[in-house]
T-cell receptor
Framework: DTAVSQTPKYLVTQMGNDKSIKCEQNLGHDTMYWYKQDSKKFLKIMFSYNNKELIINETVPNRFSPKSPDKAHLNLHINSLELGDSAVYFC???????????????FGEGSWLTVV | DAKTTQPNSMESNEEEPVHLPCNHSTISGTDYIHWYRQLPSQGPEYVIHGLTSNVNNRMASLAIAEDRKSSTLILHRATLRDAAVYYCILRDSGNDMRFGAGTRLTVKP
């Protein structure tokens, strides 16, 4: 079983559409993340949730809305897609409680979003 | 999180050791040093981490300077599969991990 799984892996859509990327982790972790990797290959954190509560919200347009129905899922919904949203989006998870900065983050394989 | 400095790229020959350096002169006492790598078209994967002492695992070794202002990731025998971008990251809380540009390692057969 894949520890952190995201769907879809590839997504091509038109400008102005609304799309969602789903993420699930089966590691029993209490913290989940969304990262964006743009064409220049920089990985930037977008959001972090701990026990379904938002704890990090970087400077991301409010067209991006994460939703965590439970600790094992963190979905990313994007409204009114723009060309600049084309990127690879990585979901990740970690066990934060009791381990702090020494804990490991596990990443999914990425969702390749292309906006045309 | 404190910043790290890594060379943009390095080359290695297959089956030879590789030493990937990382400078972190502004590291604080509570910062852990993490190394991740990203293989082509994949998500980042954990390699190793440490706080003060050198660390070994099945993938690599981490050598941490006594003053903790630098560290070196050591791949003992590079394989073609080790070609990736290697990220050195300082982490002082459990809530996020912020990546720099990393070092692109090329392994030549």
């Amino acid at each position: 079983d894949t520890a952190v799984s995201q769907t879809p892996k590839y997504l091509v859509t038109q400008m102005g559409n609304d799309k969602s990327i789903k993420c699930e982790q089966n590691l029993g972790h209490d913290t989940m993340y969304w990262y964006k990797q743009d064409s220049k290959k920089f990985l930037k954190i977008m959001f972090s949730y701990n026990n379904k509560e938002l704890i990090i919200n970087e400077t991301v347009p409010n067209r991006f809305s994460p939703k965590s129905p439970d600790k094992a899922h963190l979905n990313l919904h994007i409204n009114s897609l723009e060309l600049g949203d084309s990127a690879v989006y990585f979901c990740a998870s970690s066990q934060t409680a009791g381990r702090g900065a020494g804990n490991t983050i596990y990443f999914g394989e990425g969702s390749w979003l292309t906006v045309v | 999180d404190a910043k790290t400095t890594q060379p943009n790229s390095m080359e290695s020959n297959e089956e030879e050791p590789v030493h990937l350096p990382c400078n972190h002169s502004t590291i604080s006492g509570t910062d852990y040093i993490h190394w991740y790598r990203q293989l082509p078209s994949q998500g980042p994967e954990y390699v190793i981490h440490g706080l003060t002492s050198n660390v070994n695992n099945r993938m690599a070794s981490l050598a941490i300077a006594e003053d903790r202002k630098s560290s070196t990731l050591i791949l003992h025998r590079a394989t073609l599969r080790d070609a990736a971008v290697y990220y050195c990251i300082l982490r002082d809380s459990g809530n996020d991990m912020r990546f720099g540009a990393g070092t692109r390692l090329t392994v030549k057969p």
